[in-house]
């Protein structure tokens, strides 16, 4: 599970980030009393989606790397640095994003980001060089960096914590299908249209998605409750209260060192196979041009 859904997960004493007051803050015994409205099913149904097309737009450039290398003629430290760009961006703007949605309307914040990785995805379809792509790429890991943390502040606002797992676990099985159903897709249509249209093909419909999620998804309310004192350090005593327990730290190590794991076959996989086994994207890709 992505170490974000933690805080999801687990009461909060006071949500705002850096030791500062925060404007919301949610206690364990408010979120029993937060009520399920009708439109909670909404809710979960659209911040799936969301949270779908997420790492359906993630994982379909890896599906198009060896192509786009082949294509621009880059070698393989620069094809490299299109895939690490976007996970640096991805994994350091993650924490302030949060930092934003505890003071900002989530929804709007959500909408803005779909269409902001929708856009800077269908924009490296019409990169002409490495650093377009690279900038295109690094834009895409900002836009998505803001999934998790908004949805999951909705998430725990909307269900108590009773049900709160399930809706989890509903939210992130997303990750899996929409991962599964990238690279599939993206295969079929490099394959018959280039990398260039698939990209811009895959991108160009979470514009869509963004105005249904402006639209449709209702904000939640937050239950507040007493701001902490300035300089006070109430936020940080959750977190070093975790770091000081060693299955914690164990926990973190084996994510990170699995992830590490997982997104190197994910993002190498696709081009490795192409050039040692002469897949048909890579004999497509040529005859195209």
Not at 207 to 230: M, N, Y
């Amino acid at each position: 599970m992505d170490p974000l859904a933690l805080r999801a997960m687990m009461p909060t004493h006071d949500p705002s980030p850096f030791g500062r007051p925060a404007r919301f803050a949610m206690r364990a015994e408010d979120s029993a009393t937060v009520s399920l409205a009708p439109r909670w099913q909404r809710i979960l149904v659209l911040l799936t989606a969301v949270n779908f097309l997420n790492y359906f737009d993630r994982s379909v450039f890896s599906v198009v790397l060896e192509p786009i290398r082949r294509d621009l003629r880059l070698d393989d430290a620069t094809a490299g640095l299109l895939v690490g760009a976007f996970a640096i961006l991805y994994a350091g703007v993650g924490i302030p994003l949060g930092w934003l949605a505890d003071l900002y309307r989530r929804v709007t914040l959500l909408s803005i980001a779909i269409a902001f990785w929708s856009l800077m995805t269908a924009l490296c379809g019409i990169a002409r060089n490495a650093t377009e792509l690279v900038l295109a790429r690094v834009g895409a890991g900002v836009g998505e960096a803001a999934c998790f943390p908004i949805s999951l502040s909705i998430v725990g606002n909307v269900f108590p914590a009773e049900r709160r797992a399930a809706a989890l676990a509903v939210f992130t099985s997303a990750s899996f299908v929409g991962t599964v159903a990238g690279l599939i897709t993206m295969g079929y249509l490099a394959e018959h249209f280039g990398w260039r249209l698939a990209l811009l093909m895959v991108g160009l419909p979470g514009l869509l998605l963004a105005f249904v999620v402006w639209r449709f998804l209702p904000e939640p309310d937050r239950p507040t409750t007493a701001s902490a004192p300035l300089g006070t350090a109430a936020s940080g005593l959750t977190l070093r209260e975790l770091l000081s327990y060693r299955a914690f730290g164990l926990w973190l190590l084996s994510l990170s060192f699995g992830s590490l794991a997982m997104n190197s076959t994910l993002l190498w996989g696709p081009a490795y196979s192409m050039r040692a086994f002469g897949l048909s994207l890579s004999e497509t890709e040529k005859r195209s041009h």
